[in-house]
């Protein structure tokens, strides 16, 4: 013991014996703590044993920071000595050094101990005395430090012992050890209940080959084994065998070697295995499910190939049912035009045959009168000349009453649903055709009853939704939409709009005129008989730009209330 021999009293000698021995026998109780009652116990014994006026015992790796104070201290000043302390102890982890506490405590010296357990751990006494420590002081305090620390490290070995047990026993997978010759040493509860063994014999310890299933022993015994002891890990699949039943159970096995730490040498070998048992059920599932799937995708494939070589050869039907419709429809429009063409010409030529006759007459008796250069022959000339003016006056007015007889005739009128009709010619103009065409209805719950002739209306439809789909043709974007609305108490407006390329400045002023078309083959005559329908309905019949692109043509029809139509 360094000092020893200095100390000329052997009073303090004995004291110091005395000390020592009751300081050894702390690491016997300390055996029942944890590192924080440790350190308390530390602190204490030391506040007894060296008669000192603070002790304070850091342990930042475990979050451990106890002070105590003795006689002399007031006990709040605990925290400002300890506060103090830390500042120093940044500078001076070991030896002594003299601080000035605050609070009228005077003078303290320390001295210090590094406890072994982590950077910045120490133990720490202080006292008001000047000749503190004495080398029996500082002894003591060394002294204790150490069996700190080699309780510390016991108490940290036991709790990773503890934990590694306690993971090992409670793990659901097959965790065991044997010896280099194969001899089992340990098996957990886990590994126990799947091969059906309640414990292990201590006389009669199996061999690792008694788990392996007896298939797979001689690839485990001439092939596995070799690999692992020289490799030192193997990790693949093996079969092991039930106890009680003998069945074959699949094991993922992690198989490696444990060697000594110092000299490197083999000492045991361990395994960790986990039952495959679920998951091949689960994979023969899923394969047979992915066949029944295949063979189901298989047959649906030529169920929808079937259905797919029906409906083309319904399509070809038909596209081609389509084109004659198609051609039935020009050939009936078509006829239906030379017909109205005709029946104008026909009228007009009837009716105005005998004026100008007449005028033609009176014309070359005028020129024959002129020609004869008589002066009497001027006053049947100019009667002759105004029997022409009276003839042509009389044929403007034919084409006059002509013109309002379409206008304003007579028709019959009777009360429809606008919704009907509507549905009704816009089947008509789409049947047949080829243009894909997004059509969009918007009745007017309000508008519902109108005054018309059904079949002239549904004309004036037809006409109006056929020349908004040529007018879509060439468009990417086709949409139709007919909207109803109510404008007033008597009177009902239908708008027939699309997306087609719109009206040009020049023909918009033109639009209803007759014999005036903007298509290649036209007549020029639809939109002018249908605003005569409308015009002898009491309506009108306009065009205005679409604003998002193309037309809308709107018309109005007599509204009937619900009332009225009882």
């Not at 960790?272 to 029944?292: M, P």
């Not at 239906?336 to 104008?344: K, L, P, V």
């Not at 065409?437 to 018309?452: E, G, K, Q, Y």
Request: charged share 25%.
């Amino acid at each position: 013991m360094p000092g020893i021999e200095a100390w000329a009293d052997p009073q303090e000698l004995r004291r110091c014996i005395r000390d020592l021995t009751a300081l050894s026998a702390s690491p016997a109780i300390w055996r029942a703590y944890d590192a924080h009652q440790i350190a308390e116990s530390a602190a204490a014994a030391m506040l007894s044993i060296i008669d000192c006026e603070f002790v304070h015992v850091s342990l930042p790796d475990k979050e451990i920071e106890v002070a105590r104070v003795g006689r002399g201290v007031d006990p709040d000043s605990a925290p400002v000595i300890a506060a103090a302390l830390g500042e120093r102890l940044a500078r001076q982890p070991d030896g002594q050094t003299v601080i000035s506490v605050p609070l009228n405590e005077g003078t303290l010296r320390f001295a210090f101990a590094p406890i072994g357990f982590g950077d910045n751990a120490v133990l720490v006494a202080a006292s008001h005395r000047t000749g503190f420590p004495t080398e029996a002081q500082q002894l003591l305090l060394c002294t204790c430090s150490n069996y700190v620390t080699l309780e510390l490290e016991r108490w940290d070995a036991e709790m990773h012992q503890r934990r590694f047990v306690a993971l090992v026993e409670r793990s659901s997978d097959l965790i065991g050890f044997a010896s280099l010759d194969g001899t089992t040493q340990y098996l957990n509860p886990a590994g126990l209940e799947f091969i059906s063994l309640s414990h292990l014999d201590e006389k009669h310890r199996p061999h690792v080959l008694d788990y392996v299933h007896p298939e797979d022993r001689a690839r485990v015994r001439d092939e596995l084994w070799p690999v692992m002891m020289q490799e030192r890990r193997w990790v693949g699949e093996v079969r092991l065998q039930h106890f009680a039943t003998g069945a074959a159970i699949p094991f993922f096995v992690d198989w490696f070697r444990i060697d000594d730490p110092r000299s490197v040498q083999p000492m045991n070998i361990a395994a960790i295995c986990r039952d495959l048992t679920t998951q091949k059920r689960s994979e023969a599932e899923l394969r047979h499910l992915n066949e029944t799937l295949e063979r189901r995708v298989a047959a649906r494939t030529r169920e929808l190939a079937d259905a797919n070589l029906l409906l083309r050869a319904e399509s070809i039907d038909r596209r081609r049912m389509n084109a004659r419709m198609q051609k039935l429809q020009l050939e009936l429009y078509h006829a239906a035009r030379f017909s109205e063409a005709g029946q104008m010409a026909a009228a007009l030529a009837h009716e105005l045959s005998q004026p100008l006759t007449a005028a033609a007459n009176s014309a070359s008796a005028v020129r024959r009168l002129l020609a004869t250069d008589e002066s009497e022959k001027l006053g049947e000339a100019r009667e002759a000349m105004v029997e022409v003016a009276e003839q042509m006056v009389r044929a403007g007015q034919i084409i006059r009453r002509l013109r309002d007889f379409i206008s304003r005739g007579e028709t019959e009128k009777q009360v429809e649903s606008i919704a009907i009709m509507v549905e009704e010619a816009s089947a008509l103009a789409l049947s047949g055709s080829t243009t894909g065409v997004n059509v969009h209805f918007c009745f007017d719950p309000d508008a519902s009853l109108v005054l018309v002739n059904p079949i002239q209306i549904q004309q004036v439809l037809t006409n109006l939704i056929r020349n908004a789909i040529e007018a879509m043709t060439a468009c990417s974007r086709r949409d139709l939409r007919i909207t109803t609305a109510r404008l007033n108490e008597e009177t009902i407006e239908v708008a027939v709009s699309d997306t087609g390329i719109g009206l040009s400045a020049d023909g918009a002023g033109r639009l209803f005129q007759p014999f005036v078309s903007t298509k290649p083959h036209g007549m020029g005559l639809g939109l002018s008989i249908c605003k005569s329908i409308v015009g002898a309905h009491g309506g009108c019949l306009k065009c205005e730009p679409n604003p998002g692109g193309g037309a809308i043509f709107r018309f109005t029809v007599a509204a009937v209330g619900a009332d009225d139509a009882k």
